[in-house]
């Protein structure tokens, strides 16, 4: 099972050997109004005040509040230099064919900005070195005809 770190991402990157992994917990999570409680409404008006639906908060106002990183495309970061921070094994849909992809869910920071994202990578050669490579560790992201690679 993946394992993550309760340090900080300065924390790790300027002493990555002593960095302790912590177990993965399993959080139960259940929201208001979620479909798995008794009291389940389908009525908006049952959680939100009506009269103040205007000052709910954007999806990008929650996702700061939430300290959720941007998600940038690999296709976007060629020619970038970047920290690998923790990957964590995940399946995606490719996005022309559909097709389940093997990859890795990646929390990366952008090493002149210092500012965190997270990225897939699905890329075979990508996957092969990620399955090898320990974190964290600096790159470029360059491409090679189709083929992106750490360099």
């Given at each position: ?7 900080t ?5 300027d ?7 912590e177990p993965?917990e399993v ?11 008794e ?19 954007t999806?990008q ?5 939430a300290?959720?990183p941007p998600h940038?495309?690999?296709?976007d ?5 970047v920290?690998f ?11 022309n064919t ?11 920071v952008?090493?002149?900005?210092k500012?965190?994202?997270?990225t897939?990578?699905?890329q075979?050669?990508l996957?092969?070195?990620l399955l090898l490579?320990?974190m964290?560790?600096?790159?470029t992201?360059?491409k090679?005809g189709r083929t992106?690679?750490?360099?």
């Amino acid at each position: 099972m993946p394992k993550r770190s309760s340090d900080t991402v300065e924390t790790i990157l300027d002493n990555p050997d002593a960095i302790v992994d912590e177990p993965e917990e399993v959080a139960e999570v259940t929201l208001p109004g979620g479909i798995d409680e008794e009291n389940f409404s389908p009525r908006a008006s049952d959680f939100i005040d009506m009269n103040r639906i205007d000052s709910a908060p954007t999806v990008q106002q929650a996702r700061e509040a939430a300290h959720i990183p941007p998600h940038i495309p690999m296709k976007d970061l060629e020619g970038k230099t970047v920290t690998f921070v923790h990957k964590r094994k995940q399946k995606a849909a490719l996005p022309n064919t559909g097709e389940l992809r093997e990859g890795y869910f990646c929390l990366c920071v952008f090493t002149d900005s210092k500012e965190e994202f997270t990225t897939w990578v699905g890329q075979v050669i990508l996957t092969r070195e990620l399955l090898l490579l320990q974190m964290p560790f600096t790159t470029t992201i360059v491409k090679r005809g189709r083929t992106y690679m750490f360099q």
